[in-house]
Nanobody, 124 residues
Framework: QVQLVESGGGLVQAGGSLRLSCAAS????????MGWFRQSPGKEREFVAG????????NYADSVKGRFTISRDNAKNTVYLQMNSLKPEDTAVYYC?????????????????WGQGTQVTVSS
């Protein structure tokens, strides 16, 4: 079992940056694929970024490529999402998720564990 807690959300102006953190507790964190998803009112939960167990393989939604970077520190049981050049359309609740897989997963269904979410609001 894995428990996930997100932090780092907040209010930022367009063009600014935020770094989200997801602290994991439980066994075998390094064996999990980690992903970030986001959801805004009235919309489906959307894949943002994912990283495999080693941190070598990553995947990003087209809407965030070149602006967001996912990384993980297995020694600290933590995954990060560095968000630069933020846009108002990035406003959403951001969720951290974990899946017992080797490759990056880009849909929410395979992820077994989810954090509580952290709000990111980007003003124009």
């Amino acid at each position: 079992q894995v428990q996930l807690v997100e932090s780092g959300g907040g209010l930022v102006q367009a063009g600014g940056s935020l770094r989200l953190s997801c602290a994991a507790s439980g066994r075998s964190f390094s064996s999990y694929v980690m992903g970030w998803f986001r959801q805004s009112p009235g919309k489906e939960r959307e894949f943002v970024a994912g990283v495999n167990w080693s941190g070598h393989s990553t995947n990003y939604a087209d809407s965030v490529k070149g602006r967001f970077t996912i990384s993980r520190d297995n020694a600290k049981n933590t995954v990060y999402l560095q968000m630069n050049s933020l846009k108002p359309e990035d406003t959403a609740v951001y969720y951290c998720a974990a899946a017992p897989a080797l490759g990056v997963l880009t849909t929410p269904a395979p992820y077994d564990y989810w954090g509580q979410g952290t709000q990111v609001t980007v003003s124009s």
